[in-house]
T-cell receptor, first 113, second 114 residues
Framework: NAGVTQTPKFQVLKTGQSMTLQCAQDMNHNSMYWYRQDPGMGLRLIYYSASEGTTDKGEVPDGYNVSRLKKQNFLLGLESAAPSQTSVYFC????????????FGQGTRLTVV | AQSVTQLGSHVSVSEGALVLLRCNYSSSVPPYLFWYVQYPNQGLQLLLKYTSAATLVKGINGFEAEFKKSETSFHLTKPSAHMSDAAEYFCAVIRSGGSYIPTFGRGTSLIVHP
């Protein structure tokens, strides 16, 4: 079972470049999330989507954009990369509900130089 | 807003020793609580979850957690640590308000010494 698939796994960008991180899930989940993981900070929510076509900001949305055109895909864009966006990015999905767990991708390790 | 606090960014134990990872929650309503594990260079995976059916919850790999309302705690334990338990552990709660967003603690790195 594929679950949640993220591409790419690794990426190096120069300051000012743009890119899109891709996330696909095959579990028919309504909700999808993008988090970033930094040492000592845990996982911080960037954006989330409760259903196809809807997105909302999380704790740290500045410098990012997202799109959810299809239920199975959730894309995270970096408009103009900055060194502060060097991080590990995780996509996750879940069914809606308070007792449902999230399923995570393997992560994308992004370095901005 | 509901949140969780993990006490201790690093916990070091010897192989065979008791593992205790601490998590406290802040909630005005009964929370739904989770523990996740992250092995090096991997995503998070569910260890166990509390859904009010029982206060002692058993998870994978011999881990368990006890929900204590009086202490607002959901600590993770394992009687005997294995080298393979070395990983990052996250406590999480589902945010209230209808959006059901998982909110994570800062994580505790478990180090297991031979």
């Amino acid at each position: 079972n594929a679950g949640v698939t993220q591409t790419p796994k690794f990426q190096v960008l120069k300051t000012g470049q743009s890119m899109t991180l891709q996330c696909a899930q095959d579990m028919n989940h309504n909700s999808m999330y993008w988090y970033r993981q930094d040492p000592g900070m845990g996982l911080r929510l960037i954006y989330y989507s409760a259903s196809e076509g809807t997105t909302d900001k999380g704790e740290v949305p500045d410098g990012y954009n997202v799109s959810r055109l299809k239920k199975q895909n959730f894309l995270l864009g970096l408009e103009s990369a900055a060194p502060s966006q060097t991080s590990v990015y995780f996509c996750a999905s879940s069914q809606q509900g308070r007792n449902t767990e999230a399923f995570f991708g393997q992560g994308t390790r992004l370095t901005v130089v | 807003a509901q949140s969780v606090t993990q006490l201790g960014s690093h916990v070091s134990v010897s192989e065979g020793a008791l593992v205790l990872l601490r998590c406290n929650y802040s909630s005005s309503v009964p929370p739904y609580l989770f523990w996740y594990v992250q092995y090096p260079n991997q995503g998070l995976q569910l260890l166990l979850k509390y859904t009010s059916a029982a206060t002692l919850v058993k998870g994978i790999n011999g881990f368990e957690a006890e929900f204590k309302k009086s202490e607002t705690s959901f600590h993770l334990t394992k009687p005997s640590a294995h080298m393979s338990d070395a990983a990052e552990y996250f406590c999480a709660v589902i945010r209230s308000g209808g959006s059901y967003i998982p909110t994570f603690g800062r994580g505790t790195s478990l180090i297991v010494h031979p």
